[in-house]
Structures are given as structure tokens and as C-alpha cells.
């Protein structure tokens, strides 16, 4: 796709997420690949920068606020899922099948003891596929 025609759908793509998300998907360019399964539930959000894409069957839950960066890539059959905030800095590619996490569901006999921190991926990141990133992890910029 050239780059004009890309600007345009990423535009047309931004309006309809945000119409169908009641607000809470915001961004101004990027594109999501359908079958994707977006869901924010009450108080999460979702905050997409420019330019990104996200690749066929991702899941992205937002119960928490999710930032995505600028140029951001998010590869085929990737999960993000958000009790706490998730930072996802500028220029980052995310390979395909990354789990990305911010809850611990603590010991396998007691599932009441769940606890959420926030995760931080720094700018110019790159993610191997398979990777899984767990609560509380912050990443620094160019790793």
C-alpha cells in the first residue's frame, strides 16, 4: 500500500475505532487488522500514536490505560492485557505471539491474591517473537 492511501486508511481506521469504542480508543493514524479482539472495560483506554499498526488476530484488553507509541509495530497473534498502565514508547516492533501482562494471578491455590503492577517498554525496542513480559517489568530505550 503507498504511503498517501496508507495515511488515509490509518485516519478512516482511528474514526471508526473511536466511534465503535465510545472514546475510550483514541488516536489520529493507525491501522488494526481485523479479526482483532479489542476490548476496553470501564475506566480502561486505549491511546494509539501515529503510524502504528497492529497485525491480524491481536488481542488487546484495556482495563487499565494502554499507551502505544508513535511507529509502533504489534505483531500477528500478540497479547496485551492491562489491569495497571502499559507504556509502549515510539518505534517499537513487537514479533508475533508476544504476551504482554500486567497482572499476577499469584499462588495456583489462592487466585484471590492477584496483583497488577505497570509494565514500561522504552523507545526503539524490539520484541522476538514468543517473548512474554510480566507485571512490574520496565524496559529501557534501544534494547
Given at each position: 500500500?503507498?504511503?498517501?492511501?496508507?495515511?488515509?486508511?490509518?485516519?478512516?481506521?482511528?474514526f471508526a475505532?473511536?466511534?465503535t469504542?465510545?472514546?475510550r480508543?483514541?488516536g489520529?493514524e493507525?491501522i488494526?487488522?481485523?479479526?482483532?479482539?479489542?476490548?476496553?472495560?470501564r475506566?480502561?483506554?486505549?491511546?494509539?500514536?501515529?503510524?502504528t499498526?497492529i497485525?491480524i488476530?491481536?488481542?488487546?484488553?484495556?482495563?487499565?490505560?494502554i499507551?502505544?507509541?508513535?511507529?509502533?509495530?504489534?505483531?500477528?497473534n500478540?497479547?496485551?492485557?492491562s489491569?495497571?498502565s502499559v507504556?509502549i514508547?515510539?518505534?517499537?516492533?513487537?514479533?508475533?505471539?508476544v504476551?504482554?501482562?500486567?497482572?499476577?494471578?499469584?499462588?495456583?491455590t489462592d487466585?484471590q491474591?492477584?496483583?497488577s503492577?505497570?509494565?514500561?517498554?522504552?523507545?526503539d525496542?524490539?520484541?522476538?517473537?514468543?517473548?512474554?513480559?510480566?507485571?512490574?517489568?520496565?524496559i529501557?530505550?534501544g534494547?
Open positions: 500500500m503507498n504511503k498517501p492511501l496508507r495515511k488515509v486508511f490509518g485516519v478512516v481506521c482511528a475505532w473511536r466511534l469504542s465510545f472514546g480508543c483514541v489520529v493507525f488494526i487488522r481485523k479479526p482483532t479482539l479489542l476490548r476496553m472495560a475506566g480502561g483506554s486505549l491511546v494509539i500514536g501515529k503510524s499498526f497485525d488476530h491481536a488481542r488487546i484488553v484495556a482495563q487499565g490505560i499507551t502505544i507509541g508513535d511507529a509502533v509495530y504489534v505483531g500477528k500478540s497479547t496485551i492485557v489491569l495497571d507504556l514508547g515510539d518505534r517499537t516492533l513487537i514479533g508475533e505471539n504476551s504482554i501482562h500486567t497482572e499476577n494471578h499469584g499462588p495456583a487466585r491474591q492477584m496483583k503492577l505497570p509494565i514500561e517498554i522504552g523507545r525496542v524490539w520484541i522476538g517473537a514468543g517473548a512474554v513480559i510480566l507485571s512490574g517489568v520496565s529501557g530505550e534494547a
